[in-house]
T-cell receptor, first 114, second 114 residues
């Protein structure tokens, strides 16, 4: 079975631009979460979506938004990019939303903002 | 809010030696605890998790972890380290339903010497 897939793998943008990152969860999983991992740090939670509804949001500005589609895939959008948005963006999928559910991570999208 | 501390930023171990990576958490109730491993440029792979029952948890790749409520710790151990274990290790805590998120520590970088 395919794991969590993310696209693109790498991305280079300039300050002020907009970016869209995509994620496809494991087949049968209905929940997708997004994390930002800055170099040298642990991942930080951005959003969780379950059945197309936002179920949780981390401490990120409104420039960050996301949505989930009927097939449970998800997009993360970031507007007005800043240098500090340079990071590895990780997507994780789970079957449900229980705290004990294992989150399976994709390989990530490396975003560089110049 | 729940949080995780990994006191050791870097650890160096000789191949074949034993390993213990420390993790301390802060949470009012019994937390869901996880250990993930990240190889360079890769996503996160789950090693093991704890949310109830036996406090000694067995994971993949020969790893185990022990939950100690009295010490608020969830240390990761391996009796004999292999060169392929060199990676970044993250401890994480999650809690509850409806939009739960994983809070990660800053990670411990493991170097394995010949």
């Amino acid at each position: 079975d395919a794991g969590v897939t993310q696209s693109p793998t790498h991305l280079i943008k300039t300050r002020g631009q907009h970016v869209t990152l995509r994620c496809s969860p494991i087949s049968g999983h209905k929940s997708v979460s997004w994390y930002q991992q800055v170099l040298g740090q642990g991942p930080q939670f951005i959003f969780q979506y379950y059945e197309k509804e936002e179920r949780g949001r981390g401490n990120f500005p409104d420039r960050f938004s996301a949505r989930q589609f009927p097939n449970y895939s998800s997009e993360l959008n970031v507007n007005a990019l800043l240098l500090g948005d340079s990071a590895l963006y990780l997507c994780a999928s789970t079957f449900g939303t229980s705290g004990g559910d294992t989150q399976y991570f994709g390989p990530g999208t490396r975003l560089t903002v110049l | 809010a729940q949080s995780v501390t990994q006191p050791d930023i870097h650890i160096t171990v000789s191949e074949g030696a034993s390993l213990e990576l420390r993790c301390n958490y802060s949470y009012g109730a019994t937390p869901y605890l996880f250990w993930y491993v990240q190889s360079p440029g890769q996503g996160l792979q789950l090693l093991l998790k704890y949310f109830s029952g036996d406090t000694l948890v067995q994971g993949i790749k020969g790893f185990e972890a022990e939950f100690k409520r009295s010490q608020s710790s969830f240390n990761l151990r391996k009796p004999s380290v292999h060169w392929s274990d060199a990676a970044e290790y993250f401890c994480a805590v999650g809690a509850g339903n409806s939009g739960y998120a994983l809070n990660f520590g800053k990670g411990t970088s493991l170097l394995v010497t010949p």
